[in-house]
């Protein structure tokens, strides 16, 4: 079974810094692309970051020098530092994991709160 499981979500205020964590398990992670998408109320989902297998970035122009993804694949884990955080990266962040051939898995998400 296939689980995606992000953490490190919370509030904080604007300016500041949070590091999510996204743990997987049932896949070989190191094969996989995977990736930080986020979901503002009223919104689209919309991609914020990916690494591939090799540790190439790939970041939304929104996030671009504000936001690092990162992957640990002897922990199975995908990161996602965000720093100078605006109230507009208010969203529910989920995780993906992806490669050519396979399903697409999804974690469930955890909220980011950018407020004073």
């Known amino acids: 079974q296939v689980q995606l499981v992000e953490s490190g979500g919370g509030l904080v205020q604007p300016g500041g810094s949070l590091r999510l964590s996204c743990a997987a398990s049932g896949i070989i992670f190191s094969t996989y692309v995977m990736g930080w998408y986020r979901q503002a109320p009223g919104k689209q989902r919309e991609l914020v970051a990916t690494?591939?297998?090799?540790?190439?970035?790939n970041y939304a122009v929104s996030v671009n020098g504000r936001f690092t993804i990162s992957r640990d694949n002897d922990k199975n884990t995908v990161y996602l530092q965000m720093n100078s955080l605006k109230p507009e990266d208010t969203a529910v962040y989920s995780c993906?994991?992806?490669?050519?051939?396979?399903?697409?898995?999804w974690g469930t998400g955890t909220l980011v709160t950018v407020s004073s």
């Open positions: 690494v591939t297998s090799g540790g190439s970035t």
């Open positions: 993906n994991a992806a490669k050519r051939g396979s399903v697409r898995y």
